[in-house]
Structures are given as structure tokens and as C-alpha cells.
């Protein structure tokens, strides 16, 4: 698990190996503040990243649901 901040949003980006083959599997949440602040708001909840390619690894998991999380808080929509 990885926790990373992008402007006023705080993202925790998740790799879990697909037990059927040897993909990875995205995970995304997202918070406005910070996660650990009672002031926090989680704006997505965890919920996997949809993919055209399957990762083959976690670190490329990794940065699928990092760019996934970026295009939403780019556009806004949660």
C-alpha cells in the first residue's frame, strides 16, 4: 500500500495478485485531507481500477491506479 498526496487529496494506491492468472489488480481510494485526520473525507471508496491491459506487475498496478486517481481528481468526478 502506497499513500500519496496530490493537492488537497490524499490517495492510497493498492497491487493484489489476481489469483486466476498472473495479473495484478489495481486498487484506488481516495480522501479529501488526510486519512489519519478525524477532518477527512473519503470522496471513493476502495474500489479496483478498471484496466484495458492487465498489469503483470505490481509496481505497473501501482501506477495504473496512480493515473486513474489523477484523471479523477482532474476532472472531479468521484
Known sequence: M???VI???EIVLEAYP?????????YLTIYRGRAASYRSIR?????P??????AQSREQA???A????A?????GNF
Do not use: C, F, M, N
Not at 66 to 69: E, P, Q
Open 62 to 64: 501501482i501506477d495504473l
Open 66 to 69: 496512480r493515473v486513474h486517481a
Open 71 to 75: 484523471r479523477k481528481i482532474a476532472i
Open 18 to 26: 489476481d489469483l486466476s492468472s498472473s495479473a495484478w489488480t489495481p
Open 7 to 9: 493537492g488537497q487529496y
Open 43 to 47: 470522496v471513493l471508496e476502495r474500489q
Open 49 to 54: 481500477v478498471a484496466s484495458e491491459q492487465p
Open 2 to 4: 502506497l499513500i500519496e
